[in-house]
């Protein structure tokens, strides 16, 4: 990733981006002081208490009805409604494992695929869409570090993207994670803090799938492309590892949280064989949901029995959805 990447110009203290793209925006801010890069993204978002549009203040965003949100000074904003419970997403030692295990590149190939798939649908997007290229974001839900994200916007040089997550620890990261990353805290299972259609693509790579609102998000002629784990995902350490297996009837599921709202437009199966360091297995474990429930010392017990490098097996699938007519 990152070879035509906008030129990061690195200053004393935080990183500072100043870049004109080709669809005339401009950023010039500082990330983690007063989220510069938000900027890109605010015209997408909307207010979590009233659902109007949210212009920037200073260090705020605000709506007109007076609904102020701090942007945190790591960058990332919080959009959740006023009393609001939401879930607290990734934890910090889950998010620096994912983010140590996504930086070795072990995953790479995945990225690398899932930027060229997001180019073909954009393409096809704009097309059968608006005319002005430039228009609609990338919408990511569930985005963690930001590393799809960047990997996606790297192939579409005239888009902007929009990090969601329930994580804080995942915001900061994604935050940083590209130029043309705002990134916003909020929960997947209620109304996402921004505008109807407002997206032309949207992705989901293991992360919680809100149909209803992912739909209502992504513009008609829009593409959402999901990566769901297959039956023998990373198999090989489930048993000695005690991981989570994955459910059976995955793609049943799919297709049922997706169904009313999606139809199917192409999927792909993504697979290899990943030989893997005692390190990287850890913090695959350390970053996925088994961490929930694994005793650390017993993990690292077990971690330390396995052969070195232990062939490790990558299985997903890739699929993009449209938006089902006339719903
Ligand atoms: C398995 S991680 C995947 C992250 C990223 N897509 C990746 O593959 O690197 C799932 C992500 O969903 C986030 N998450 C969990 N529940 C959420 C919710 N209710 N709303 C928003 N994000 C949530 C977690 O914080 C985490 O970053
Ligand atoms: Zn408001």
Known sequence: ???????????????????????????????????????????????????????RAGGSLRCRAGHVFDI??????????????????????????RADFLAAGHFASLAAELGLAAAGAAGTAGRGGRPDAGAGCVVDVGAGTGYYLAAVLDRLPDRVGLALDASRFSLRRAARAHPRIGAVRCDAWRRLPVADGAAVLALNVFAPRNGAELRRVLSPAGRLLVVTPMNDHLAEL?????????????????????????????????????????????????????????????????????????PVTLAVTLSVYRPTPGL
């Open 1 to 55: 990733m990152g070879q035509d990447r906008p030129a990061v110009q690195a200053t004393a203290g935080p990183a500072r981006w100043v870049r004109a793209g080709p669809a005339g925006w401009v950023t010039a801010g500082v990330a983690g002081e007063h989220g510069g890069v938000l900027d890109n993204v605010v015209p997408y978002l909307t207010c979590a208490q009233c659902g109007a549009g949210l212009v």
């Open 72 to 97: 945190a000074r790591q960058g990332y904003v919080s959009l959740i409604p006023a009393g609001a419970r939401v879930p607290g997403g990734d934890t910090a030692a889950m998010v620096a494992a």
């Open 238 to 310: 489930v048993g000695p590892l005690g991981l989570l297996t994955v459910d059976q009837h995955k793609p049943e599921r799919l297709a049922a949280t997706l169904g009313p709202h999606f139809e199917l437009a192409a999927r792909r199966e993504h697979r290899g064989v990943l030989p893997l360091d005692r390190k990287a297995v850890a913090a695959l474990a350390a970053m996925g949901p088994s961490s929930w429930h694994t005793d650390r010392p017993a993990l690292a017990e077990a971690v330390a029995r396995l052969a070195e490098p232990a």
